[in-house]
C-alpha cells in the first residue's frame, strides 16, 4: 500500500523548535524527491523545502536559515527540522513525493498541524 505517514506536529511557542517526519511506504524511496509544502487557513498550499535522493535542498525564503530537510533513503524517510519557529509558520505541513520518472503522479501525506503561539 503507498502511503505517506507524517508525524511530529504540535503545539510550540514562538522561537521554539519542532521536528516532523514522513515515512513511506509502498513506493522506491529513490525515485522520488520529497518535499514538505503547508498551508495556513485562507492561505494557499506552499513550498517549503525539498530534497532530491541525492540530497539536493531547496527552501523557500521565509525559511531559510530556520528550516532544515533532510532524509534517509535506508528507512523511507523524509524530515523537516524546525527552528527559531514564529508565528506565521503556523500551519497545516503536509509531505509529499515526487517522482522522477516522467508521467507518475504526485504522493501526499494527510498533513499534521504546527501552531507557533505564546
Known amino acids: 500500500q503507498v502511503q505517506l505517514v507524517e508525524s511530529g506536529g504540535g503545539l510550540v511557542q514562538p522561537g521554539g523548535s519542532l521536528g516532523l517526519s514522513c515515512a513511506a511506504s509502498g513506493i522506491r524511496f529513490s525515485i522520488y524527491t520529497m518535499g514538505w509544502y503547508r498551508q495556513a487557513p485562507g492561505k494557499q498550499r506552499e513550498l517549503v523545502a525539498t530534497i532530491t535522493s541525492g540530497a539536493t535542498t531547496i527552501y523557500t525564503d521565509a525559511v531559510k536559515g530556520r528550516f532544515t530537510i533532510s532524509r534517509d533513503n535506508a528507512k523511507n524517510t523524509v524530515y523537516l527540522q524546525m527552528n527559531s519557529l514564529k508565528a506565521e509558520d503556523t500551519a497545516t505541513y503536509y509531505c509529499?513525493?515526487?517522482?522522477?520518472?516522467?508521467?507518475?503522479?504526485?504522493?501526499w501525506g494527510q498533513g499534521t498541524q504546527v501552531t507557533v503561539s505564546s
Open positions: 509529499n513525493a515526487r517522482p522522477t520518472i516522467p508521467g507518475w503522479r504526485d504522493l
